[in-house]
């Protein structure tokens, strides 16, 4: 959360982690919104991390509307679809309106699959801006729920993510291995 600047929010508030496969999630809302998905490795940084980029939050009670649960069903393996990611209320008007094209494409990269920064810039309507691609994605307040570590680069390579390397390696081998669990089951 170190890059997003502080949050001029007076009624924000976020709700306790949710244990992920690679560190604590915790969601911060505003006016209904949802400003950011804050995103560590460890508990008491993610929470340090929080009160430092939104002073004013408070914890908050309740299920944030029914997106906890989503974060809780990911920690599962049961991955929501791009129409109830979407269907959130993101505060948009935080990214330009490239970034909301790009995270939109992202949101819609099945778990366990990648697509390239190419691929994903040409999806949000700049094909051929993988670079600008990169960094609407390194921008994502929203990691995790909007996947940008699904996103590789062109030769299929892990490459640059904001949490790591071994974060980005480490959720898309718990998606693969949760999605082909499914696949077997069925």
Known sequence: MSKRKKSSAGEASYHPPVPLPYGFASLVLSGGRLVAVGWEKDRRRLLASIRRDFPHARPAVGDFGGIRNLLSRY????????????????????????????????????????????????RAGKPGAA???????????????????????????????????????????FESAARASRQAAQ
């Open 75 to 122: 920690a599962g393996g049961d991955f929501p679809v791009p129409a109830e990611i979407l269907s959130l209320p993101f505060a948009w008007e935080r990214v330009s309106s490239f970034d909301r094209k790009v995270l939109e494409s992202a949101a819609r990269i099945p778990a366990g699959e990648t697509a390239t920064y190419g691929e994903v810039g040409a």
């Open 131 to 173: 670079r600008a691609t990169g960094g609407a994605l390194g921008r994502n307040p929203w990691p995790v729920l909007l996947p940008c570590h699904r996103v590789v680069g062109a030769d299929g390579s892990l490459t640059g993510f904001g949490k790591g390397l071994p974060a980005k390696e480490a959720l898309l081998a």
